[in-house]
Nanobody, 117 residues
Framework: QVQLVESGGGLVQPGGSLRLSCAAPGSIFSIMTMGWYRQAPGKQRELVAALTSGGSTNYADSVKGRFTVSRDNAKNTVYLQMNSLKPEDTAVYYC???????????WGQGTQVTVSS
């Protein structure tokens, strides 16, 4: 059983920042595409940002210029730096580790991000 351990969610005011972290087992981290998804109440889960093992990134249009995904291979950890947060960013954020050929993937348990004044 592969566990992805997320941390860093919480309550923040509009315009504020948060950084999410996701730690994965070292045995898989180096080859996996690491991604962040989110799901707001009543909505489908959507891709927020993804980062391949080679360093290529992909962002949802709604977060471009505000969110940055990065990885620390020495710590087997992927980060999502979220700046200029908006109320519409409120959701449960999930970490995902996907095999680059799509053979399998794993999910974290989710962390709540609430943007509210």
């Amino acid at each position: 059983q592969v566990q992805l351990v997320e941390s860093g969610g919480g309550l923040v005011q509009p315009g504020g920042s948060l950084r999410l972290s996701c730690a994965a087992p070292g045995s898989i981290f180096s080859i996996m595409t690491m991604g962040w998804y989110r799901q707001a109440p009543g909505k489908q889960r959507e891709l927020v940002a993804a980062l391949t093992s080679g360093g290529s990134t992909n962002y949802a249009d709604s977060v471009k210029g505000r969110f940055t995904v990065s990885r620390d291979n020495a710590k087997n950890t992927v980060y999502l730096q979220m700046n200029s947060l908006k109320p519409e960013d409120t959701a449960v954020y999930y970490c995902n580790a996907a095999h680059p050929m799509g053979y399998y993937h794993y999910w974290g348990q989710g962390t709540q991000v609430t943007v509210s004044s």
